[in-house]
């Protein structure tokens, strides 16, 4: 029987407990619908007895940071105050896998431990949407994305919550098949598993945005009309504003422009439609604004890196 895959958990204090379960659970449902052990896991922490999550509780571990045993992976998850926990006995685990080969990942907002340690420079990383613009500023070498996570460099990277179990799924995918990963995420009723293509549910616009009356208008005017998608003129219009204004709006708030924030919401509607129900690629791309399904095909490929079909085909 071959060996289980080992997953050595790196618990640094405070660490956000639902990435934490989203971590372990898959691989434990994994197990349950194989019928045999296809994953092991063990939990480190500094002092080598609990880590606390920030939630309060606290989880027993197998080990300290001194003592990793021999994995075929090795995740540091941390949560709130990452800043404040890159320790001595932290770092020194983490350069004496790194010197060992031992293939190394972040969740939640533990990319920025990854990324302090010179880890991530020139490579694509994911972290929480909370820590994106102090992210950028600090580590200008990295290359940050608003991907759910980041699974083809060096260092996987998830962004946590949920996105965590995103990561898991796939995996789970890639080391045992896709009915497997898929037969896991439905034990989790969790019936839409994202790639990472899928942006994070950054609400820019709740956090800055939807402060102001006219860009909220404005976005909202846009959600209504997806399937009939009207200008940015059209919109300012309405909303009683000029164009230029419009375009600062989103500019300052969004730091894009109307048209492309428009065309983003489309796509990721049709995203969904494509993953969650059964509509073809001609009604999807209609019921998303686009007049002609070559069209749509183009945009959508540019936009995810697949087309409308391929991306039905692998969820089928």
């Not at 302090?116 to 490579?123: A, I, K, S």
């Not at 995203?271 to 686009?290: K, M, N």
Request: glycine residues 6%; hydrophobic residues 40%.
């Amino acid at each position: 029987m071959p060996t289980p895959q080992h997953i050595v958990f790196a618990l640094v204090e405070d660490f956000t407990h639902i990435a934490f379960s989203c971590a372990v659970e898959p691989l434990r449902i994994a197990n349950f619908i194989a019928g045999k052990d296809l994953y092991r896991w063990s939990f480190l922490s500094e002092d080598g007895q609990t880590a606390k999550s920030s939630n309060g509780s606290r989880t027993l571990v197998h080990g300290s940071f001194d003592s990793v045993p021999a994995c075929d992976r090795l995740f540091v998850l941390s949560g709130l105050g990452m800043r404040d926990r890159i320790t001595k006995p932290l770092i020194a685990m983490l350069r004496r896998e790194r010197y060992r080969g031992r293939p190394i990942g972040a969740l939640c907002s533990a990319s920025w431990i990854l990324a302090h340690l010179g880890f991530l420079d020139g490579r694509r990383a994911a972290i929480h949407w909370d820590y994106h613009d102090s992210f950028a500023e600090t580590f200008p070498k990295v290359t940050l994305v608003r991907n759910v996570f980041v699974a083809d460099e060096k260092y996987l990277t998830a962004s946590g919550g949920t996105a965590t179990a995103d990561l898991m799924l796939h995996l789970i995918e890639l080391d045992h098949g896709a009915d497997l990963s898929t037969a896991v995420a439905d034990q989790m009723v969790y019936s839409s598993a994202r790639e990472a293509s899928a942006e994070q549910r950054v609400s820019i616009q709740s956090r800055m945005g939807m402060r102001n009356v006219h860009l909220s208008s404005a976005i909202k005017r846009m959600k209504d009309r997806i399937e009939d998608p009207i200008s940015p003129a059209t919109i300012a219009s309405e909303i009683g504003i000029s164009t230029r204004q419009l375009e600062r709006l989103f500019g300052q708030h969004l730091n894009t422009s109307p048209k492309k924030y428009y065309m983003q919401l489309r796509l990721d509607r049709a995203r969904h439609l494509l993953i969650q129900t059964e509509s073809s690629v001609i009604d999807v791309a209609y019921a998303c604004g686009f007049e002609s399904p070559g069209h749509f095909s183009r945009v959508y490929r540019s936009a995810f890196g697949v087309t409308p079909m391929a991306q039905r085909s692998r969820i089928s």
